[in-house]
């Protein structure tokens, strides 16, 4: 069974700080997505990395896939309030269709 | 164009009763996962569903169940309810153009209440 642990399980800091979550497992995942997910919302796709090693930047927000496949890291600079929200990532073992094993979540908090 | 859109939002049951839970995916997705989210396990896997077969399956036991019709809408079922099955059961649909990346776009979800 494949499992993806996410740290830290909660955040709360001051709008401007910086804050990295990290994901990590001890499968390889041909893909990882990063998603972030409101309260009564359904999760909404961030980003997709496939490529070990693969960095990608999204505004203030830098995504990173580790070189062998296992984990993952996500950073946010100068973090805003609009930024708050469940952050989760989930790994897809391929081999065709979209089942994907989620991440345990990190519950971010951005206060002015 | 119009998201992903599940009904009911929000239903209460009480135990031993069935539910079915409705997905309607974006328009020319073909492909159709549900999966449950509970504060304790987080969101697991349940089913996928890909021009009306099932493609994929998680460890849930037989008495959740899904199905997808000809124009790819989705239902999933479930069972002589138990006080666990109480989640945020969430649909999301993929184009096959992005099938590889595994591009999916969810819905805002169905809350069940069992009691």
């Known amino acids: 069974t494949q499992l993806l642990e996410q740290s830290p399980q909660f955040l709360s800091i001051q709008e401007g700080e910086n804050l990295t979550v990290y994901c990590n497992s001890s499968?390889?995942?041909?893909?990882l997505q990063w998603y972030r997910q409101e309260p009564g919302e359904g999760p909404v796709l961030l980003v997709t990395?496939?490529?070990?090693?693969e960095v990608k930047k999204l505004k203030r927000l830098t995504f990173q896939f580790g070189d062998a496949r296992k984990d993952s890291s996500l950073h946010i600079t100068a973090a805003q309030p609009g930024d708050t929200g469940l952050y989760l990532c989930a790994g897809s073992a391929g081999g065709g269709g979209n089942k994907l094993t989620f991440g345990t979540g990190t519950q971010l908090k951005v206060e002015l | 164009k119009a998201g992903v859109t599940q009904t009911p939002r929000y239903l209460i049951k009480t135990r031993g009763q069935q539910v079915t839970l409705s997905c309607s995916p974006i328009?020319?997705?073909?492909?159709v996962s549900w999966y449950q989210q509970t504060p304790g396990q987080g969101l697991q896997f349940l089913f996928e569903y890909f021009s009306e077969t099932q493609r994929n399956k998680g460890n849930f036991p037989g008495r959740f169940s899904g199905r997808q019709f000809s124009n790819s809408r989705s239902e999933m079922n479930v069972s002589t309810l138990e006080l666990g099955d109480s989640a945020l059961y969430l649909c999301?649909?993929?184009?096959?153009?992005?099938?590889?990346?595994?591009?999916?776009?969810f819905g805002a979800g169905s809350r069940l209440t069992v009691l």
């Open positions: 990395v496939v490529t070990g090693g």
């Open positions: 499968s390889v995942f041909s893909s």
């Open positions: 999301a649909s993929s184009s096959p153009l992005t099938a590889g990346a595994n591009v999916l776009t």
């Open positions: 328009s020319g997705h073909r492909s």
